[in-house]
């Protein structure tokens, strides 16, 4: 056993090796793979084109009713809402739900929390939920007044029993 050390750069090449691989090889790779990426790009983008006409030529017919059909149906314009307004007859289907029921739900809100004339020539006006129930703790709610002769009768069926015919005791 020796205690000698050798050094990795015995003979003073660098701290790395120079005959590992040249410049050139890798940039022909580089161009070669450029070049085969754009040859694919092409190659697909036909491929595209050519499954696109043949589906155009196979699309279904449009509806009878529609007037204005575009040639493409699958793009439509921006503004959807006016394009089913003026090309599909009545009636329609919902375009935008979440939105009209937003908005329904925004106009009953406001409808429950304003004030608002229901009937002005018959002075019938709508007040906030909160603000009548609040009358309704306060007041109390509403009760119809009997009439004298009502009342007494009630009191006397509750208080006499009822004779049946043909029952004995």
Known sequence: ??????PVNSKSNGSYERRDIGVAPVLYFLMSLAIAGLVVYFVVDGIYS???KQSNAQ????SPLVTNAPADTRKLSTDYK??????FP????????????????????ETLSSYDWVDQKAGTVRIPI??????????????????????????????KPEKTKGTRK
């Open 50 to 52: 050519y499954l696109e």
């Open 82 to 87: 006016d394009y089913l307004k003026q090309n």
């Open 1 to 6: 056993m020796s205690n000698e050390t050798h």
């Open 130 to 159: 909160d603000h009548a129930m609040e009358l309704i703790a306060q007041r109390g709610l509403p009760v119809r007044a009997q009439s004298t002769g009502e009342a007494s009768a009630a009191q006397a069926s509750k208080t």
């Open 59 to 62: 699309q279904a017919p449009i």
């Open 90 to 109: 009545s009636p329609q289907l919902e375009v935008d739900e979440r939105g009209q029921l937003d908005k329904i739900r925004i106009d009953e809100a």
